[in-house]
């Protein structure tokens, strides 16, 4: 609750502030927004009257000097708050790990931001001016405009993080929405700038109620109009991001293994290297392994490859699930080494059917080591026919993509004839070139073949 109130606090303080430096509103537009606040002028009227206040703050034309250089304030402004806020609640370090200063994010802000958000200010200029009356029809506005904001933002940072500016990791959409990237900063500091859109509508909601409740004749809302105005401005602003502080507050609660209920949504929905760094927030193993399966299933791969393969001969189990994950995730090489456990029956019941379709997968994903165990099964006709032409040519596949004993075997069936002809020069060419891949047995039939010779 101190944090929603925080929020929601800066929010409304700050919103004053922008609006403090309005300028000044004329007399008749003054009266015209006393009527309305008093409920005695037609809604138009205060729609004429926030188009003059945001008109005040950034100018009437949008293509102009004053209202790009009054964007690019509040853009650095709201990209230092954003900064801040995050600092203050403890997320760099924990989600997002990072060595840049504030001025460097200002500096980045002024490559993202600055333009990124003066098209999205022309959208909010575009949305107040064609604003329905419908309540229902507002709320789609609302929602909109959160779309089109977003859309927007994250093109600019999609572009920059692929232009020569940006050194290191791509980050990924799901990254910088959950907060786990540096990226984030200027992705939400957008919606601070398109707050208009938000007080606006809450605004007209809160004003009705005042209206209808006669609150404005206490407030002497037909003698000190702006000043009401301010007020009820920076009072809906504190509203709407108490309310949303409140709303979010739930999914955003860590539990005890250190996530939250957005963490895994997002995961879920976004399998992949977020997933990674959700396992990163929980101490607990189990709960790691859970995000890390996810990760694979969603095509980040090596570090079910990798642990798979430190625990396979403990716990056949592990890696099973492990290697399965990253065999759904397109890991070629997680499906040989699911598809060994199950022709080895670690870890499983020994099941070489299953083994020769995960072993055909990885061949026809490109893994020279799966071609190679799938050709000693057509060889030895385990769970299928023998069939040793086709074992000589997934031997060749697997020989040919580097796989060291792929070349042992086919050089073996070079030499005694074994679905193909007998072929000594050949036999002794595969073995040599097994010898160069590290292969001993290649290398001491190489000598055998060339001491007869």
Same mark, same amino acid.
């Given at each position: 609750m101190h944090d929603n109130t925080g929020w929601? $606090? &800066? $929010? !409304?303080?700050?919103?004053?502030?922008? #609006? !403090?430096? !309005? %300028?000044?509103?004329?007399?008749?537009?003054?009266k015209e927004l006393a009527h309305w606040l008093m409920g005695t002028q037609p809604e138009t009227s205060w729609t004429k009257g926030f188009t003059a206040l945001f008109d005040g703050v950034f100018g009437k034309h949008h293509l102009s000097l004053k209202c790009f250089l009054r964007s690019a304030i509040a853009s650095l402004i709201a990209v230092t708050l954003i900064w801040l806020l995050m600092g203050n609640a403890e997320t760099i370090g924990i989600r997002v790990e990072t060595q840049m200063t504030l001025g460097a994010i200002v500096l980045i802000g002024l490559a993202i931001n600055v333009v990124a958000e003066y098209v999205s200010l022309l959208e909010t200029r575009i949305l107040l001016g064609r604003m329905p009356k419908n309540g229902w029809h507002q709320a789609g506005v609302l929602i909109f405009d959160l779309i089109i904001s977003a859309a927007i933002i994250w093109l600019a940072i999609f572009l920059y993080l692929r232009s020569p500016l940006h050194e290191g990791e791509v980050e990924s959409f799901a990254e910088i929405l959950g907060v786990f990237s540096v990226f984030s900063v200027f992705f939400y500091s957008t919606f601070l700038t398109s707050v208009w859109t938000w007080v606006y509508i809450g605004s007209v909601w809160l004003m009705r109620f005042i209206a209808w409740a006669r609150i404005a004749h206490w407030l002497d809302a037909e003698n000190q109009p702006v000043k009401v105005l301010l007020l009820v401005l920076s009072l809906a602003t504190g509203v709407i991001a108490f309310a949303g502080a409140l709303v979010?507050?739930?999914?955003?609660?860590?539990? =005890?293994?250190? #996530?939250?209920?957005a963490d895994r949504a997002l995961c879920t929905m976004f399998k992949g290297r977020v997933c990674l760094d959700v396992a990163k927030l929980t101490p607990t193993e189990q709960a790691q392994l859970e995000f890390i399966t996810l990760a694979c299933e969603g095509g980040v791969t090596q570090e079910c490859l990798d642990r798979g393969l430190a625990v396979w001969e403990i716990?056949?189990? $592990?890696? !099973?699930?492990?290697?399965? %994950?990253?065999?759904?995730?397109?890991?070629?090489? &997680?499906? #040989?080494? $699911? &598809?060994?456990l199950?022709?080895?029956?670690? &870890?499983? =019941?020994?099941?070489?059917?299953?083994?020769a379709l995960l072993y055909k997968m990885a061949c026809d994903g490109g893994n020279a080591q799966g071609c190679n165990n799938l050709g000693a099964l057509h060889e030895s006709g385990i769970g299928m026919d023998p069939d040793p032409q086709e074992a000589a040519r997934l031997y060749t596949l697997g020989c040919d993509g580097g796989e060291a004993r792929g070349c042992y075997n086919l050089g073996l069936m070079h030499e005694f004839g074994q679905g193909i002809d007998v072929d000594l020069s050949k036999a002794l060419q595969v073995f040599r070139r097994a010898c160069a891949l590290g292969y001993q047995d290649g290398c001491q039939r190489a000598e055998t073949l060339e001491a007869a010779e």
């Open positions: 929601a $606090l &800066g $929010l !409304a303080g700050a919103m004053f502030a922008l #609006t !403090a430096f !309005a %300028s000044l509103i004329n007399p008749a537009r003054k979010v507050s739930g999914p955003l609660a860590r539990d =005890d293994q250190g #996530t939250s209920i716990d056949g189990n $592990l890696a !099973a699930r492990l290697w399965r %994950s990253a065999c759904a995730g397109g890991s070629a090489m &997680g499906c #040989t080494g $699911l &598809g060994y199950h022709e080895s029956g670690i &870890g499983m =019941d020994p099941g070489p059917q299953e083994a």
